[in-house]
Protein backbone atom coordinates (compact mmCIF):
# COMPACT_ATOMS: atom_id res chain seq x y z
CA UNK A 1 0.00 0.00 0.00
CA UNK A 2 1.35 3.52 -1.03
CA UNK A 3 2.11 5.86 2.32
CA UNK A 4 -0.46 8.78 2.63
CA UNK A 5 0.87 11.75 2.79
CA UNK A 6 -1.09 14.11 5.21
CA UNK A 7 0.25 10.96 7.69
CA UNK A 8 3.80 11.28 6.40
CA UNK A 9 3.41 15.20 7.36
CA UNK A 10 1.97 15.00 10.72
CA UNK A 11 4.52 12.22 11.54
CA UNK A 12 7.39 14.29 9.84
CA UNK A 13 6.27 16.97 12.04
CA UNK A 14 6.47 15.30 15.80
CA UNK A 15 9.88 13.82 14.28
CA UNK A 16 11.79 16.93 13.62
CA UNK A 17 10.48 18.84 16.74
CA UNK A 18 11.49 15.87 18.79
CA UNK A 19 15.24 15.52 16.91
CA UNK A 20 18.27 16.80 18.38
CA UNK A 21 19.65 16.92 14.94
CA UNK A 22 17.37 20.14 14.18
CA UNK A 23 17.92 21.51 17.72
CA UNK A 24 21.07 23.49 16.51
CA UNK A 25 21.97 26.81 16.70
CA UNK A 26 22.25 27.31 13.12
CA UNK A 27 19.32 26.09 12.30
CA UNK A 28 15.60 27.37 13.02
CA UNK A 29 13.51 24.75 14.52
CA UNK A 30 10.43 27.46 13.83
CA UNK A 31 11.57 27.89 9.98
CA UNK A 32 11.49 23.97 9.41
CA UNK A 33 8.29 23.40 11.40
CA UNK A 34 6.38 26.25 9.19
CA UNK A 35 7.06 25.00 5.91
CA UNK A 36 5.93 21.07 7.27
CA UNK A 37 2.24 23.18 8.50
CA UNK A 38 1.96 25.45 5.04
CA UNK A 39 2.18 22.07 2.89
CA UNK A 40 0.18 20.49 5.54
CA UNK A 41 -2.46 23.34 4.68
CA UNK A 42 -2.43 22.59 1.08
CA UNK A 43 -5.24 20.30 0.03
CA UNK A 44 -2.96 17.11 -1.45
CA UNK A 45 -5.82 17.27 -4.62
CA UNK A 46 -4.89 16.23 -7.09
CA UNK A 47 -1.98 14.22 -7.69
CA UNK A 48 -3.09 11.07 -6.70
CA UNK A 49 -7.02 11.17 -8.23
CA UNK A 50 -8.21 11.51 -11.53
CA UNK A 51 -10.69 14.62 -12.14
CA UNK A 52 -13.53 14.48 -14.07
CA UNK A 53 -15.51 17.29 -15.73
CA UNK A 54 -18.88 16.15 -17.58
CA UNK A 55 -19.85 18.61 -20.47
CA UNK A 56 -23.22 18.24 -22.45
CA UNK A 57 -21.24 16.74 -25.30
CA UNK A 58 -17.68 14.78 -23.71
CA UNK A 59 -16.34 13.98 -20.77
CA UNK A 60 -12.69 15.60 -19.84
CA UNK A 61 -10.51 13.64 -17.52
CA UNK A 62 -7.54 15.66 -16.36
CA UNK A 63 -5.14 13.03 -15.32
CA UNK A 64 -1.85 13.81 -13.11
CA UNK A 65 1.26 11.75 -13.23
CA UNK A 66 4.50 12.09 -11.73
CA UNK A 67 7.58 12.68 -13.74
CA UNK A 68 9.72 10.26 -12.12
CA UNK A 69 12.94 10.87 -10.36
CA UNK A 70 14.85 14.37 -9.58
CA UNK A 71 18.26 15.07 -9.43
CA UNK A 72 18.42 17.82 -7.19
CA UNK A 73 21.15 20.38 -6.69
CA UNK A 74 20.87 22.81 -3.71
CA UNK A 75 22.97 25.75 -3.24
CA UNK A 76 25.08 25.08 -0.17
CA UNK A 77 22.37 22.64 0.60
CA UNK A 78 20.03 24.61 2.13
CA UNK A 79 18.09 22.97 4.65
CA UNK A 80 14.73 24.79 4.13
CA UNK A 81 14.56 24.57 0.37
CA UNK A 82 16.11 21.00 0.86
CA UNK A 83 12.82 19.91 3.58
CA UNK A 84 10.68 21.92 0.49
CA UNK A 85 11.50 20.31 -2.25
CA UNK A 86 11.49 16.99 -0.25
CA UNK A 87 7.77 17.78 0.89
CA UNK A 88 7.15 18.61 -3.03
CA UNK A 89 8.46 15.33 -4.45
CA UNK A 90 6.84 13.38 -1.84
CA UNK A 91 3.35 15.11 -2.75
CA UNK A 92 3.13 14.46 -5.68
CA UNK A 93 4.61 10.99 -5.62
CA UNK A 94 8.21 12.04 -7.12
CA UNK A 95 11.50 10.43 -6.15
CA UNK A 96 14.78 12.33 -5.22
CA UNK A 97 18.65 12.09 -5.94
CA UNK A 98 20.28 14.80 -3.68
CA UNK A 99 23.52 16.00 -4.33
CA UNK A 100 24.94 16.95 -0.95
CA UNK A 101 28.26 18.52 0.34
CA UNK A 102 27.36 20.91 2.84
CA UNK A 103 25.08 19.86 6.09
CA UNK A 104 25.55 16.65 4.92
CA UNK A 105 24.36 15.13 8.77
CA UNK A 106 20.88 17.52 8.35
CA UNK A 107 19.77 16.37 5.16
CA UNK A 108 21.04 12.42 5.56
CA UNK A 109 18.50 12.67 8.70
CA UNK A 110 15.95 14.11 6.67
CA UNK A 111 16.55 11.70 4.28
CA UNK A 112 16.19 8.90 6.17
CA UNK A 113 13.36 9.94 8.70
CA UNK A 114 11.10 10.75 5.51
CA UNK A 115 11.57 7.46 3.74
CA UNK A 116 11.23 5.52 6.83
CA UNK A 117 8.16 7.36 7.42
CA UNK A 118 6.91 6.35 3.68
CA UNK A 119 7.80 2.64 4.15
CA UNK A 120 9.82 3.28 0.81
CA UNK A 121 13.32 4.82 -0.78
CA UNK A 122 11.97 8.01 -1.84
CA UNK A 123 15.12 9.72 -1.52
CA UNK A 124 18.60 9.27 -1.78
CA UNK A 125 21.82 10.74 -1.45
CA UNK A 126 25.02 11.71 -4.09
CA UNK A 127 23.66 8.31 -5.84
CA UNK A 128 25.18 9.02 -9.18
CA UNK A 129 25.09 5.73 -10.69
CA UNK A 130 20.96 5.32 -10.60
CA UNK A 131 18.76 7.14 -13.57
CA UNK A 132 17.30 9.55 -13.37
CA UNK A 133 14.30 11.77 -15.13
CA UNK A 134 14.40 15.51 -14.44
CA UNK A 135 17.22 17.67 -13.21
CA UNK A 136 16.37 20.70 -10.69
CA UNK A 137 18.13 23.62 -9.25
CA UNK A 138 17.53 25.58 -6.74
CA UNK A 139 19.83 29.20 -5.44
CA UNK A 140 21.15 31.93 -7.29
CA UNK A 141 21.70 32.63 -10.93
CA UNK A 142 25.15 31.64 -11.03
CA UNK A 143 25.15 28.27 -9.27
CA UNK A 144 22.23 27.48 -11.98
CA UNK A 145 24.75 28.33 -14.37
CA UNK A 146 27.11 26.53 -13.08
CA UNK A 147 25.15 23.23 -12.97
CA UNK A 148 23.59 23.83 -16.64
CA UNK A 149 27.21 24.01 -18.04
CA UNK A 150 27.84 20.29 -17.05
CA UNK A 151 24.18 19.04 -17.37
CA UNK A 152 22.88 17.32 -20.76
CA UNK A 153 19.06 17.42 -20.18
CA UNK A 154 17.10 20.82 -19.28
CA UNK A 155 16.75 22.17 -15.90
CA UNK A 156 13.37 23.05 -13.88
CA UNK A 157 15.40 26.06 -11.81
CA UNK A 158 14.22 27.52 -8.61
CA UNK A 159 15.95 30.93 -7.62
CA UNK A 160 15.90 31.17 -3.89
CA UNK A 161 18.17 32.57 -1.14
CA UNK A 162 19.32 35.73 -3.29
CA UNK A 163 18.49 39.62 -2.91
CA UNK A 164 18.64 41.91 -5.37
CA UNK A 165 18.19 45.73 -4.20
CA UNK A 166 17.99 48.91 -5.67
CA UNK A 167 19.27 52.04 -3.75
CA UNK A 168 18.37 55.27 -4.95
CA UNK A 169 20.21 58.55 -4.09
CA UNK A 170 18.78 58.90 -0.86
CA UNK A 171 19.00 55.78 0.53
CA UNK A 172 22.63 55.43 -0.31
CA UNK A 173 23.94 54.92 3.21
CA UNK A 174 21.69 51.50 3.23
CA UNK A 175 24.51 49.93 1.66
CA UNK A 176 26.46 49.93 4.65
CA UNK A 177 24.56 47.62 6.20
CA UNK A 178 24.00 44.34 3.51
CA UNK A 179 28.12 45.45 1.82
CA UNK A 180 29.62 42.46 2.96
CA UNK A 181 26.53 40.04 2.57
CA UNK A 182 27.10 37.74 -0.41
CA UNK A 183 23.40 36.65 -0.68
CA UNK A 184 23.03 40.61 -1.64
CA UNK A 185 23.05 42.19 -5.32
CA UNK A 186 23.46 45.83 -4.64
CA UNK A 187 22.01 48.19 -7.73
CA UNK A 188 23.08 51.77 -6.79
CA UNK A 189 24.03 54.86 -9.05
CA UNK A 190 22.47 53.99 -12.26
CA UNK A 191 19.03 54.24 -13.76
CA UNK A 192 15.75 52.14 -11.94
CA UNK A 193 15.35 50.77 -15.79
CA UNK A 194 19.03 49.86 -16.37
CA UNK A 195 18.51 48.29 -12.66
CA UNK A 196 15.77 46.58 -13.39
CA UNK A 197 16.90 45.12 -16.85
CA UNK A 198 20.31 43.37 -15.50
CA UNK A 199 18.02 42.37 -11.80
CA UNK A 200 15.36 40.33 -14.53
CA UNK A 201 18.02 39.10 -16.69
CA UNK A 202 20.95 38.32 -14.41
CA UNK A 203 19.40 37.86 -11.07
CA UNK A 204 17.32 34.81 -9.41
CA UNK A 205 13.87 36.38 -9.55
CA UNK A 206 13.50 34.86 -6.13
CA UNK A 207 13.45 38.18 -4.06
CA UNK A 208 14.24 41.92 -4.85
CA UNK A 209 13.47 45.09 -2.92
CA UNK A 210 13.56 49.16 -3.82
CA UNK A 211 14.57 52.03 -1.29
CA UNK A 212 13.08 54.96 -2.91
CA UNK A 213 10.33 58.17 -1.77
CA UNK A 214 9.35 58.52 -5.21
CA UNK A 215 5.89 56.48 -5.56
CA UNK A 216 5.88 56.55 -9.34
CA UNK A 217 9.27 54.81 -9.06
CA UNK A 218 7.60 52.20 -6.38
CA UNK A 219 4.71 51.74 -9.03
CA UNK A 220 7.44 51.15 -12.31
CA UNK A 221 9.09 48.33 -10.01
CA UNK A 222 6.42 46.34 -9.03
CA UNK A 223 5.22 46.27 -12.77
CA UNK A 224 8.34 45.39 -13.85
CA UNK A 225 10.05 43.34 -11.82
CA UNK A 226 10.33 39.45 -12.56
CA UNK A 227 10.83 38.33 -8.31
CA UNK A 228 9.05 36.31 -6.78
CA UNK A 229 9.13 38.81 -4.00
CA UNK A 230 9.13 42.34 -3.82
CA UNK A 231 9.99 44.16 -0.77
CA UNK A 232 9.43 48.06 -0.09
CA UNK A 233 11.70 50.40 1.76
CA UNK A 234 13.04 47.71 3.83
CA UNK A 235 15.26 44.68 3.66
CA UNK A 236 14.19 41.21 2.45
CA UNK A 237 13.54 38.80 5.06
CA UNK A 238 15.60 36.34 5.58
CA UNK A 239 11.95 33.73 6.41
CA UNK A 240 11.20 33.94 2.32
CA UNK A 241 10.41 30.23 1.43
CA UNK A 242 9.82 29.07 -1.97
CA UNK A 243 6.23 28.12 -1.73
CA UNK A 244 6.72 25.61 -4.60
CA UNK A 245 3.86 25.21 -6.77
CA UNK A 246 3.40 21.35 -7.47
CA UNK A 247 2.02 21.09 -10.63
CA UNK A 248 6.01 21.74 -11.75
CA UNK A 249 6.59 18.46 -10.26
CA UNK A 250 4.06 16.61 -12.24
CA UNK A 251 2.68 15.75 -16.15
CA UNK A 252 -1.03 16.87 -16.57
CA UNK A 253 -3.01 14.59 -19.54
CA UNK A 254 -6.46 15.79 -20.72
CA UNK A 255 -8.05 13.02 -22.05
CA UNK A 256 -11.75 14.62 -23.68
CA UNK A 257 -14.25 11.70 -24.69
CA UNK A 258 -17.43 11.79 -26.67
CA UNK A 259 -20.59 11.19 -25.10
Not at 63 to 85: Q, R, S
Not at 99 to 113: A, F, M, P, R, T
Not at 117 to 129: P, V
Amino acid sequence: MDYVVSKVLIDLYKNIENNDVFKDEAISLEKLLDIIKKYMEKQNPVYTVIEQTTLKTSVITKTYYPKGTFKVYIEHNDIYATLELMIALMMTRNKGIFIVDENIGVVNSLIKIINKLAEKEIFSMNDNISFFDEILCVGSKKFYNEILNFSYKDIIYFGYGEYDVYLTEQFENKQEKIKDDPNYNIYINISLSEALVKMNEFGSNFTSAIFTKDENEVKYFIEKCNSKNIYINMFPSKKCYLDLDLNNFVKIQNIIISK
